[in-house]
């Protein structure tokens, strides 16, 4: 077996070192993905609430009076 | 000490500087103040060594016609560092920075040249307070505590009056929510409040809004209401701020002066201004620019922003053409549609992202009942003023493809409404992106339950030059969104080729959007024939990159 010279196990320790800041580095960018990604629901699950709430709440009286004006004050405050 | 601002000169060029300290500077003509800037990050390097040049903005340049007294200060101390008679022009006369309208202007913290506080008179700014009373009694009266925020805070605090330079007023709130998503739904209730009680409110992001007040001579004054709140020991505030932050300097409330009428402040505002500010907020700086930290922006955008994407763009372009009636033919998608709509006998057609109202108007004129939608609507509403005397079956209602809020409460109002329609989408989906073409499909299967058709005409693939496209559209999966929302039947009936985009080509200046996507420009590739179809226009050589669109018609 030939044993490694000092320069190439210095080239090694460095490509090794190098690897290691990538992989941290990707790591920072998928989790900084993923928190965006956790982040973003909390509007899309306020619009949702507040569609359920104000819409089909009203809808499942099946009183149509109601449900015109539902629609209408909803479609207004938007 | 005061600063050594090094003022060298005066002219039509600027204002000309040697070594200066950096920090803001005044500059006044015949004793008012039009303009201010930093003294190193707004110049850039003059002819000899050490100096900046301090170029006139743009927007206050084409005002400089004559001559004008002149004085350079210091905003900090107000120590005058130049003062003196400026010859712009040969004219004989007094610059005069006026708008048509009377009001004296000035350039703003944004850039813009605008009747700002120090320009405007006694009744002006009187008019101003009164508007931030009767918001934040609305506000209130939807359960939260609001306060003044922004300039209008460090106004109160640092000097009891409105900021000169300033030209708005800003209130916020922080909720006695701590998660985002209830602070979004709290915001769509103060909204609903709001509106209740009789004011127009126009939505920016899941935490903010603008009120619009009317004033004595009919216009509308629009003031911000940014929503906030506090977890874990930081707090929030829609717009600029993140930090560390204790409830106890939020609540309870305190108080203090505006321009003699006592307004609600944070328990410490110094606290909140210094979030905003930094440590020199006491400091005064007409061109404070905010640098708001990444964090900051980044968790602000995720939470709550990104509403109406474009808005701004699509006003700014509507705006510097809202007296003219669009004159351009109608689009390939409406005269599909008006086929589709005379042969089906539909009740209605529907004009999605209607812009100037060009295709909605010619749909209109051909008897047939229709409705005009877009995000911004106010070139519309212009449009039903003009033709109001040809009594059309027009009518203009807002639609945002990119709030769900907006897309489910038309959907179900169109649902509920029987017979046949007809949706036409002439360069809408191109210009919407990805969340856009989703909620349009869900639209379309809402408001198309007892049948219709879909006519759209949009680019594939790449388009550059095409500054308002989002993203690249393949004609297939858009197809496949269609079908997946309910369509039988989704045929391309026409590609098309257009010549290619000159890149970053300012569409405001010189090209109406109408006639930049008047699609008889482009040539036809393949077309299915129809009754009175017209060919594309010859095929000149060209250059460059060829834009592709095709026609799609999808049957529900």
Redesign the interface.
Known sequence: MNPMRPWEALGATRRAEQERLDKLEQRVLDL?AE??EM?????????????VQE?LVP?ATRDEER??EA?D?????? | MSRNLGVQQVDGHGVLLDRPDEGAVDVLLDGRRVWSFWAQRDTEPGAGRGERLASWPAPLRRYLDGRAHVVVRDPGDGSVHFEGEVVFSEADRRVSVVNPEGAELGIDKSGRLVPTFETRGREDIDALVRAVGFVLAAVRRAGVEPFVAYGTLLGAVRQQTVLGHDSDADIGYVSRHEAPVDVVRESFRIQREVVRVGYEVVRYSGAAFKVMVPEGDGHKRGLDVFGGFLDDGRLYLMGEVGADFQHDWVFPLGTAVLEGVEVPVPARPERLLEATYGPGWRVPDPVFQFETPVRTTRALNDWFRGLRPGFKNWQRRYALRKRELPQRRPSRSARRGKRAALSTDAALVLDLGAGRGADALWLARQGLRTVAYDFVTFPLDTLLEEVRGEDLPLTVRPLNLTELRSVLGEGARLAREPGRKVVVAEHLLDAVGPRGCENFARFCSMALRDGGSVHAHFFVGATPGVEWSVGALDADEVAAQWRAAGARDVTVVATLEHAPRHGGQDDDEDDDLDEDLDDDAGDVVDEEQGPDQRDGQGGAPRTGQVLRSVVLVGEW
Do not use: K, N, W, Y
């Not at chain 1, 982040?39 to 569609?51: I, K, P």
């Open positions: 900084e928190i965006s982040r973003r629901h909390h509007l899309r699950l306020a619009e949702l609430t507040d569609v819409l809808m449900i015109r629609i004050q909803f479609s207004a405050s938007i």
